[in-house]
């Protein structure tokens, strides 16, 4: 760069030189905390999809949100063939893929999600050193770490919820009648809205624990990822070991089978085939009280971690 | 009302270090130093005008905002360019700056066209297209300015803004930082550790070491003159100070200089006689003024 010529009066001649432009200053709105909270929660959502980024970041997050799905598609597509080849009735107890059976069957994509996406809204600002133009800004701590959390969670939700869409399109399209298909679709509506949305919160919120404190990238999934597959193996392990009394209460401990008790407590034993498995084997309102305990308690150590971390 | 106003302002580390210790200061607008070696305190005092920091105790505020109170409203109104990293490698100037404009309150248009804007201004040009990791430390330097300017603030508070920088690059930032200045109306402080550098571009100085308020005074004053005449003779410097002590005034040679205490107006003409009379090759006769440099000595 050239150094800078000297500057002439505000739209001077045009000599080629930027500066002659001059410095505007700026009079706009400028809006406050609750604005700014709302444009980082859209942004982190986005940020959770890659959107914004590189064709490169997009490419796990859409993956996996895709992955997620495939099972309802094929069960949508196999109950329209079915249903065009006249052995509905029979067949359609043979397809485990259910509103009741989802979470159970593909929850390790949603978990492969957290992993893959929250080091990214959690990891990069703290990794590059970001955190203190934020906190410079409007935004206090508190605010940022709820818009982070929120972000990924809505973005959590959008990968759980998405089959459970699909199954119901396709049950009300399918189905011979589809104002009556609406009609048998219409109570599944809200118990898979409660699944999904307990199950989104518990996985964003502990993941947005490890995210927070490891600002390293590998660390961060590797310990996401550990902390949804070790706990059921330790307290297996103890189970086979000890008493199996115990084991049932140790499974609290482990946030993946909490939210496998919530779904037993929504809709009962897991029916697959002609087998049930009784997941839930304390009573189910344990487990929702324990996954609502997960949420708050993320919460209150990721707002921990922004409120201490030195910038 | 001050810019700047901070009584007994005091910051303690958790391990016993003192950054700040009592430090009482008034600033006024215009472009102010803050200059210190390292470690006397200068980015946590930054750092505690903008709230990132809790003080132990005292109090500060800035643009009459208190800055442990009303943190919020008055970070809409601050630039901050930090002294280390700042910018993620995978995002482009003009995003980064957009986003970093809409953190401060824009709305989403003005946000993209003030980016546009004030990366032009510090000089990024067909760069800012591009990810900032392959950019180089001076438009590193540009771009972290520039997210500070970008929401128009009232006060620019620039931690070692020439970090990094060969000597062309500190011209340029410091050329911009004095524009940034005069001609926008924005007041700044830039905090530093070489005085050579803020003395070019400052009006008001603070000095700084281990966290206590050495000086707070315009620069003017700092390099006011001493009662030191410097006399720059080719040769014969031992016979003028021969001289000049055979006639009652106190005078050392160093060198080819004579130094010369003054007390009153008497040795002027004195030194001018002598050396007509003695006939030396007279290079200049100058007051000597106080170098920044002695502050810290």
């Known amino acids: 760069m050239t150094a800078p010529a000297a500057p002439g009066p505000v739209g001077g001649a045009a000599t080629g030189s930027i500066y002659d432009l001059g410095y505007r200053g700026y009079d706009g709105p400028r809006s406050g905390r609750h604005v700014v909270v709302r444009a980082l929660l859209r942004q982190s959502l986005q940020e959770a999809y890659g959107i914004g980024r590189g064709g490169r970041a997009k490419v796990a997050p859409f993956l996996l949100l895709i992955f997620n799905a495939v099972p309802a598609m094929l069960a949508v597509g196999i109950s329209a063939f079915l249903n065009q080849a006249g052995g509905s009735e029979v067949l359609e107890q043979g397809i485990p893929i259910r509103h009741d059976t989802y979470w159970s069957l593909t929850s390790t994509f949603v978990m492969l999600f957290c992993a893959a996406q929250a080091p990214e809204l959690f990891g990069r600002d703290q990794r590059y050193g970001v955190l203190p133009l934020y906190f410079s800004r409007v935004l206090t701590r508190v605010d940022y770490a709820l818009a982070r959390v929120g972000g990924l969670f809505i973005a959590i939700f959008i990968v759980a919820l998405l089959p459970h869409l699909i199954l119901t399109i396709g049950a009300v399209l399918g189905a011979p009648d589809p104002v009556a298909g609406l009609q048998d679709e219409l109570p599944e509506i809200p118990s898979y809205l409660a699944m999904t949305l307990i199950g989104s919160a518990v996985f964003a919120g502990v993941s947005s624990v490890v995210?927070?404190?490891?600002?390293?990238?590998?660390?961060?999934?590797?310990?996401?990822?550990?902390?949804?597959?070790?706990?059921?193996?330790?307290?297996?392990?103890?189970?086979?070991?000890?008493?199996?009394?115990?084991?049932?209460?140790?499974?609290?401990?482990?946030?993946?089978?909490?939210?496998?008790?919530?779904?037993?407590?929504?809709?009962?034993?897991?029916?697959?085939?002609?087998?049930?498995?009784?997941?839930?084997?304390?009573?189910?309102?344990?487990?929702?009280?324990?996954?609502?305990?997960?949420?708050?308690?993320?919460?209150?150590?990721?707002?921990?971690?922004?409120?201490?971390?030195?910038? | 009302m001050p810019l700047i106003a901070t009584k007994s302002l005091t910051k303690r580390y958790p391990g016993g270090v003192t950054a700040l210790d009592d430090l009482s200061v008034e600033l006024e607008p215009g472009i102010i130093g803050l200059v210190g070696a390292n470690g006397a305190g200068k980015s946590t005092f930054i750092r505690i005008l903008l709230g990132l920091l809790e003080p132990t105790s005292g109090t500060a505020s800035v643009l009459g905002y208190d800055v442990r109170t009303q943190g919020s409203a008055l970070r809409r109104y601050v630039g901050y360019m930090p002294e280390s990293d700042c910018l993620p490698p995978d995002t482009t100037a003009t995003d980064f700056v957009g986003q970093m404009a809409r953190w401060s309150g824009l709305p989403r248009a003005a946000a993209r066209e003030r980016a546009a804007e004030v990366l032009r201004h510090v000089g990024l040009y067909e760069e800012r297209y591009r990810p900032m990791g392959a950019y180089s430390t001076g438009m590193k330097q540009r771009v972290k300015l520039a997210q500070a300017l970008v929401h128009d603030p009232r006060l620019l508070l620039l931690d070692e803004p020439t970090n990094g920088l060969d000597p062309a690059g500190r011209d340029e930032m410091l050329a911009l930082v004095k524009r940034t200045g005069t001609e926008f109306g924005i007041a700044v402080v830039v905090a530093s550790h070489l005085l050579?550098?803020?003395?070019?571009?400052?009006?008001?100085?603070?000095?700084v070491d281990a966290g206590r308020l050495i000086r707070s005074a315009p620069l003017t004053s700092f390099t006011e003159r001493t009662g030191t005449l410097a006399v720059d003779v080719e040769e014969g410097a031992d016979k003028l100070v021969a001289a000049l002590t055979a006639a009652g005034i106190e005078a050392v040679a160093d060198g080819r200089t004579v130094l010369i205490h003054l007390e009153d107006e008497r040795p002027y003409d004195l030194v001018r006689d002598t050396v007509a009379d003695l006939g030396l090759p007279l290079v200049r006769i100058e007051q000597r003024r106080r170098g920044l440099e002695e502050l810290f000595q």
């Open chain 1, 211 to 311: 995210a927070s404190y490891t600002p390293r990238r590998a660390y961060a999934v590797a310990g996401i990822i550990a902390l949804f597959i070790v706990p059921p193996i330790v307290i297996g392990i103890i189970a086979a070991l000890s008493v199996p009394d115990i084991a049932k209460v140790l499974l609290l401990a482990s946030p993946s089978d909490v939210v496998d008790g919530v779904n037993g407590a929504i809709y009962g034993p897991l029916r697959i085939g002609n087998e049930t498995f009784q997941i839930a084997t304390l009573p189910g309102w344990v487990y929702v009280v324990t996954a609502l305990a997960y949420v708050a308690g993320s919460l209150a150590i990721v707002l921990r971690r922004y409120l201490t971390v030195t910038v």
């Open chain 2, 196 to 207: 050579g550098e803020i003395e070019r571009v400052c009006d008001h100085l603070v000095a």
